[in-house]
């Protein structure tokens, strides 16, 4: 009953930027948590970024804490990653997801692909 949509990939080069968005309509979206996966070549999906539905706290995987930021608008139940410094390493289909809970990742996007050249 949610259904969630990435936008915002694209291709950039090592050291730039780009800011990933995920819109989210359905029945208690408002409340669930939010977050970002990816799915680098020839890896297993791993977690980014995780923000409740009150902002706080947030979760950053290791490697992208510093350079990633994420955020949430309630008003239009969006969920924003801005990756900042981007590494070749940070290439892989970016996953927006959301759940009644931080550890219930039930509700799944369609992906979105970022490239990051060097």
């Known amino acids: 009953q949610v259904r969630l949509v990435e936008s915002g990939g694209g291709l950039v080069q090592a050291g730039g930027s780009l800011r990933l968005s995920c819109a989210a309509s359905?029945?208690?979206?408002?409340?669930?948590?939010r977050g970002w996966f990816r799915r680098a070549p020839g890896k297993e999906r791993e977690l980014v970024a995780q923000?409740?539905?009150?902002?706080?706290?947030?979760n950053y995987a290791d490697s992208v804490k510093g350079r990633f930021t994420i955020s949430r608008d309630t008003a239009k139940n969006t969920v924003s990653l801005q990756m900042d410094s981007l590494k070749p390493e940070d290439t892989a289909v970016y996953y927006c997801?959301?759940?009644?809970?931080?550890?219930?990742?039930?509700?799944w996007g369609q992906g979105t692909q970022v490239t990051v050249s060097s």
């Open positions: 997801n959301a759940g009644p809970t931080l550890q219930a990742h039930d509700y």
């Open positions: 923000i409740t539905w009150r902002g706080e706290p947030t």
């Open positions: 359905g029945r208690s979206v408002s409340a669930y948590a």
